[in-house]
């Protein structure tokens, strides 16, 4: 069963809290339906008094943001009730070409061969993200240890299994690494985070990319002790509960990972340099591939060159199909839709911080409003 997460984020935030002690799958969170609202979607009187039933569910990068957005949203535009559900961006995905969800959040855009089985779908970039390399060494996180591509794989295939390891200590001098195992734990669930993650190994990596690749799900190498979990809580509360973990996490769970007190890796990028996410690195790596991104903007961000670059950013996409079930619902959706990727409204600076994302840049936002217009 994919994690399914329901609520506002501070209802998560104190739910992870709660339950720390506990297994990851229970990390989802019961809440209630978001009102949002949107005006004018239907003129009449009669018309007016309607509600529209929007079900927004995938991604658990974005499910911070959504929730966010809600309230705000909610506040000005009276008619359109948007559920929201962190369960994974491949459920996302998989929900929004079924017709399950009128829109799939996801970390990662489809594929050729999924979009020539499914031709209708739009891939709307919301927003650019990022992701963290997180791990739990009693005495060590509190500095920022340097990983690099090579060495994740090599800790992910069970190559490198130890943290006082060589390869780690290399980049690491005058770092007393401890001689312990490593726990690797990846997302047990169809995740754009475990996309994004494993395009960084394959991409830095050719022997990754010629085994396990990438993709929403791909066949970890099986790594004594290595473990699995469900959405990025369940990545949180996972690390948090054993120590020599290392873990992939989005960044708009930095509040939760330094909550659970983990270490934050900086990561080597195409230039050599080791980073953290921060708003200029990001915004650096994205700058670097605007001019490149199609106007159907499928493209990975994943290791962009430039010195400044951070190596593991997306857009965050909305996943919908351009034909809906009625205008009503179609209008719903182009309204609310433009109003995320406007700068004064969805992609501006109070929401956007709060989950360490950054707004689209001026010709991506044109793009995403061009596709958004192709809702009907």
């Known amino acids: 069963m994919p994690l399914r997460l329901h609520g506002d984020q501070t209802t998560l935030e104190a739910a992870m809290l709660k339950n720390s002690s506990r297994n990851p799958v229970k990390a989802a969170i019961g809440g209630t339906v978001l009102a949002l609202t949107l005006a004018g979607v ?63 959040a ?46 994740l794989a090599g800790i992910y295939d069970g190559h490198i299994r130890y943290w006082n390891a060589p390869a780690i200590a290399q980049l690491n001098p005058g770092v007393r690494l401890p001689h312990h195992l ?30 396990a690749g990438y993709g929403t799900t791909i066949s970890w190498p099986a790594v004594p002790g290595g473990l699995g979990a469900l959405g990025n809580p369940g990545m949180v509360q996972a690390s948090a509960q054993t120590p020599y973990s290392i873990a992939y996490i989005g960044v708009s769970f930095t509040k939760e990972v330094k909550r659970a007190h983990l270490g934050t890796a900086m990561l080597k990028n195409r230039a050599g340099r080791f980073l953290l996410p921060t708003k200029k690195t990001v915004a650096d790596a994205a700058a670097q591939l605007v001019k490149k991104t199609p106007v159907d903007e499928r493209i990975s961000l994943v290791f962009a ?21 009625n205008a009503d619902m179609a209008q719903a959706l182009r309204t609310f839709l433009s109003w995320a990727v406007d700068t004064h409204e969805g992609n501006a600076r109070r929401f956007l911080r709060q989950v360490r994302f950054i707004a689209l840049p001026a010709r991506i936002s044109a793009l995403s409003r061009k596709q958004i217009a192709k809702i009907h």
């Open 305 to 325: 060159p430039g010195a400044g670059s951070y190596p593991i950013i997306n857009y965050e996409y909305a996943i919908v199909n351009d034909h809906q079930a």
């Open 106 to 151: 996801s970390d990662a855009y489809m594929s050729n061969m999924q979009m020539k089985q499914n031709p209708a779908i739009l891939n709307i970039p919301l927003a650019i993200s990022a992701q963290t390399v997180n791990y739990n060494i009693p005495g060590l996180n509190g500095i920022h240890l340097k990983l690099s591509g090579p060495v």
């Open 42 to 104: 239907m003129s009449s009187p009669t018309a007016s008094a309607r509600t529209l039933n929007i079900t927004e569910t995938g991604s658990t990068l974005l499910y911070p943001l959504f929730n966010l957005w809600v309230p705000a949203y909610t506040h000005s535009h009276p008619g359109v009730r948007i559920n929201t559900q962190g369960t994974g961006s491949g459920t996302g995905i998989s929900e929004a070409v079924s017709g399950v969800a009128q829109i799939g």
């Open 182 to 211: 490593i726990t690797p734990i990846h997302r047990t669930d169809g995740s754009g985070d475990t996309f994004i993650f494993s395009q960084y190994l394959s991409f830095s990596t050719p022997y990754w990319n010629s085994h």
